[in-house]
């Protein structure tokens, strides 16, 4: 019994070591966006088509896979995955190479919480477009977001907090949004809403209820 309690004892009084920091990341589902028709305008919200019936029915032919997702660390490195995107006609769809007008838009929207002496604490947000391809409805993302969001005007530093607060995959841009995934084409497009012209939210950052 005395040698259980004094092994015991050396155990509690043991230096602790302290933890290492734990890596961080965050993941999600890209959601499909449900059939809907913009009356007043005539297209599809969830893909940018034409359409005229109020029921919807006209937005009902395109879609992709609830399976798609991403992820992003404190590496700033994005990679994720497009499943089964198809047109409005059930057609998979094929693009052209990085950077040609067809690709699809991934949309992520950061807001970092960086110190900054004054309320709110989390203000500075920041819209990434990346540049989709698509290859019989199937495309990959793997990007490196450092030097873009170290070269902010507030730059990330290690240890900011980031938040995912908005973001899909969206329709090929009708205007602008030009340039591949570079580091500096995609600073250029920063918050460029051409990048939304396309007017078309394929799928939605986040889950579906049940």
Known sequence: MTV???????VLM?????ALAAATKAQMNIVPAKADCF??????LNNGAFCAMPDN???TASGMSPSSKFKIDETLVLKGTIKKV?????????????GAADNFIFKLTLTVCVVDNGPPSCQETESIYIKVVLNNGN??????LGPVLTGLGIPVTSGDPLMISGGGLLAPAT?????????????????????????GVYGVNGFAAQ
Request: aromatic residues 2%; proline residues 6%.
């Open 175 to 199: 205007v602008g949004c030009t340039g591949d995934n570079s580091a500096p084409n995609i600073s250029a497009r920063l918050n460029d809403s051409n990048c939304e012209s396309g007017s």
């Open 86 to 98: 198809t047109d409005n006609s059930a057609t998979l769809v094929t693009t052209g190479a990085e």
């Open 39 to 44: 009356t007043p305008g005539n297209f599809c």
């Open 57 to 59: 029915s006209d937005c």
């Open 139 to 144: 495309g990959k993302m793997n990007v490196n």
């Open 4 to 10: 259980r309690l004094v092994a015991l004892a050396a």
């Open 14 to 18: 043991a230096p602790v070591s302290p």
